[in-house]
């Protein structure tokens, strides 16, 4: 963008070029490799402004998915999906308005006939990262998602992926993971969560580790670890907790020796992250 200098008597003077810049979420700088960089974060649903065309870095993560009760006899919950992941680098971005939706965390159900819900979608410039899979209570097959949710017993399919990979643009790819299965009737437990970084584990008749989640550095130059799959469970009693806001992690699910456990959670909200060097 360029201005025009003028001196007292309005003439013209200098032609001043005024770099393209962003507006929008909250701003933050770090120096990384020698180079400054400008970051833009957006933990709620919002817009971000060009004055110019820019090249940019984004991380855009889902909501992950929300975790069910647990009924009965010795019965377990599926681990939730984490928020599918689409991760760009140096993207043009042309001058304008882009909105940017942060996904909302997969809720947690307290009502053994009721799953969990799904985590919400997170979308910037035309690229959406898929909201994790619902955790599934008993005798009810994996939540499809940006990474699905594990099966629960008795051995019910796990959820798939369903995040976009973006595989025929350059420089931008979309992360997500399918669950486990579920074991058998009883105590061969639920299945884990897909995450970013890789495929939930099958039940085991102990815990089912979630999909591992994926690094990334945008937002403060250093690795941040996000879309962890909840863990899946087998009949001893395991409680679940909320995941923390932000991270698109999936729930862990829960498991009864005797009764119904209610003791879910919900999953990690979305993120959107933009930055550009200056």
Avoid: W
């Avoid at 870095?57 to 009965?72: H, R, Y």
């Avoid at 993207?91 to 942060?102: E, F, H, M, P």
């Avoid at 990262?129 to 399919?157: F, L």
């Avoid at 130059?221 to 806001?245: I, L, Q």
């Amino acid at each position: 963008m360029a201005l025009i200098k003028t001196n007292a008597r309005g003439q013209s003077a200098d032609l001043v070029t005024v770099p393209a810049f962003a507006v929008g979420g909250t701003v933050s700088e770090y120096v990384s490799g020698g180079t400054r960089y400008r970051v833009h974060t957006f933990l709620d649903t919002s817009q971000i402004s060009f004055t110019g065309n820019l090249t940019c870095d984004f991380m855009i993560l889902a909501g992950g998915g929300g975790s069910a009760a647990a009924e009965g006899q010795q019965g377990a919950s599926g681990g939730a999906g984490a928020g599918g992941m689409v991760v760009g680098t140096s993207q043009t971005i042309t001058s304008g308005n882009y909105a940017v939706v942060i996904g909302a965390s997969g809720a947690k159900s307290t009502n053994v006939s009721v799953a969990g819900s799904s985590g919400g979608n997170s979308s910037f410039n035309s690229y959406v990262g898929t909201g994790g899979g619902a955790g599934p209570d008993y005798g009810t097959d994996g939540v499809n998602g940006g990474s699905g949710s594990g099966g629960s017993e008795p051995g019910r399919a796990a959820g798939t992926s369903t995040q976009a990979t973006y595989s025929g643009v350059t420089n931008v790819t979309g992360y997500g993971n399918a669950g486990g299965a579920g074991g058998a009737y009883v105590g061969g437990g639920s299945g884990g969560g897909g995450g970013a970084g890789g495929a939930g584990t099958a039940a085991n008749g102990s815990v089912a580790a979630g999909g591992v989640g994926l690094a990334n550095n945008f937002r403060t130059g250093s690795n941040v670890t996000y879309a962890r799959g909840g863990n899946g469970v087998e009949a001893n009693g395991s409680n679940s907790s909320d995941e923390s806001a932000n991270t698109g992690n999936g729930a862990h699910g829960v498991a009864t020796t005797t009764g119904n456990n209610t003791n879910s959670g919900n999953g990690g909200s979305g993120i959107v992250v933009v930055r550009y060097a200056i």
